[in-house]
T-cell receptor, first 115, second 113 residues
């Protein structure tokens, strides 16, 4: 069965620290990969996406993610976090099946950034 | 350009009742997906509608049903509510010929007492 694993459920960082959130997926076929963010009191927003090409993708607010096909991973990174990055982060895989698609989400990582 | 909208924002029901949640997709989008997000978990795919038909379904019982209208808006119906149905229900829309990117609404918080 298709699944997405996010290794860190809770992460606490100080401002200016570097961030890396792990994401691994289980699916052998064609996938598109996404990171969504949910700020407190707001709805899910797309942070970045990978379809094909350069495995290092850049998103909004200084976030980037690297797709490593051999490791089935799509880790999210940010060199220097800010207090405003406090949010919950979800990795998602769009697994194509029978010509249709659905998003499979990880359990999420709750990030708290302290000033 | 309005994004995905959902109504109502919050809903409280008792066990055994039925509920209908509504979603209007982002302008230009023709596919609507529904997700259930329980507390502390990631969204779980319920089903997807395209051209007024359910074309894919997740691991949810038949108590969960839906509909898509000609204007692409959609409803999620849940019958015989259980306490475990308490969750945030998210609607997401995607454009024609999309590559899987989905745009989410704010959700409907359902509480079953």
């Amino acid at each position: 069965a298709q699944s997405v694993s996010q290794h860190n459920h809770h992460v606490i960082l100080s401002e200016a620290a570097s961030l890396e959130l792990g994401c691994n997926y289980s699916y052998g076929g064609t996938v598109n990969l996404f990171w969504y963010v949910q700020y407190p009191g707001q709805h899910l927003q797309l942070l970045l996406k990978y379809f094909s090409g350069d495995p290092l993708v850049k998103g909004i607010k200084g976030f980037e993610a690297e797709f490593i096909k051999s490791k089935f991973s799509f880790n999210l990174r940010k060199p220097s976090v800010q207090w405003s990055d406090t949010a919950e982060y979800f990795c998602a895989v769009n697994a194509f099946s029978g010509g249709y698609n659905k998003l499979i989400f990880g359990a999420g990582t709750r990030l708290a950034v302290h000033p | 350009d309005a994004g995905v909208t959902q109504s109502p924002t919050h809903l409280i029901k008792t066990r055994g009742q039925q509920v209908t949640l509504r979603c209007s997709p982002k302008s230009g989008h023709d596919t609507v997906s529904w997700y259930q997000q329980a507390l502390g978990q990631g969204p779980q795919f319920i089903f997807q509608y395209y051209e007024e038909e359910e074309r894919q379904r997740g691991n949810f019982p038949d108590r969960f049903s839906g509909h898509q209208f000609p204007n692409y808006s959609s409803e999620l119906n849940v019958n015989a509510l259980l306490l475990g149905d308490s969750a945030l229900y998210l609607c997401a829309s995607s454009p024609p010929q999309g590559r899987g990117e989905q745009f989410f609404g704010p959700g409907t918080r359902l509480t079953v007492l």
